[in-house]
C-alpha cells in the first residue's frame, strides 16, 4: 500500500515555472513506477510523465517533452514534475500515481488526491 500527497500546486502566469512535489508513505518506495497525469476542466485523465524505479529512464506525453522535468529522490520516497514555460492548457489538477514495477503493462495503482495548477494567459 502506498499513500501519495501532491503539493506545489497553484496560479502562474504563462511563461512561468512550477515545482509539484509528491510524497509517498508506505514501504519500499523505489520499488514503484511513478508517474504524473493531469485533467483539464471536462475531459478526461491523461499521462504527463513517467520515470522508473530506479530513475534513470523517463518519458513524456508529446505536449510537454522540454518543457517538463520528472525526477525522484528514493532516500526521501519524493517524486518531482518541474514544470517550465507553462501555458494556459496545462492548467489542470495534477496527480501523481505509483505502479508495483515499471513496465507500461502494469497500472498504476495508487494514486494521489490532486493538486490544482492554473496558468492564466
Known amino acids: 500500500q502506498v499513500h501519495l500527497v501532491e503539493t506545489g500546486g497553484g496560479l502562474v502566469q504563462a511563461g512561468g515555472s512550477l515545482r509539484l512535489s509528491c510524497e509517498a508513505s508506505?514501504?519500499?518506495?523505489?520499488?514503484?513506477?511513478m508517474g504524473w497525469f493531469r485533467r483539464a476542466p471536462g475531459k478526461e485523465r491523461l499521462f504527463v510523465a513517467a520515470?522508473?524505479?530506479?530513475?534513470?529512464?523517463?518519458n513524456y506525453a508529446d505536449s510537454v517533452k522540454g518543457r517538463f522535468t520528472i525526477s525522484r529522490d528514493n532516500a526521501k520516497n519524493m517524486v518531482y514534475l518541474q514544470m517550465n514555460s507553462l501555458k494556459s492548457e496545462d492548467t489542470a489538477v495534477y496527480y501523481c500515481?505509483?505502479?508495483?514495477?515499471?513496465?507500461?503493462?502494469?497500472?498504476?495503482?495508487?494514486w494521489g488526491q490532486g493538486t490544482q495548477v492554473t496558468v492564466s494567459s
Open positions: 500515481a505509483a505502479r508495483p514495477g515499471d513496465s507500461i503493462s502494469i497500472p498504476y495503482l495508487y
Open positions: 508506505g514501504r519500499s518506495f523505489s520499488s514503484y513506477g
Open positions: 520515470i522508473s524505479r530506479s530513475g534513470e529512464d523517463t
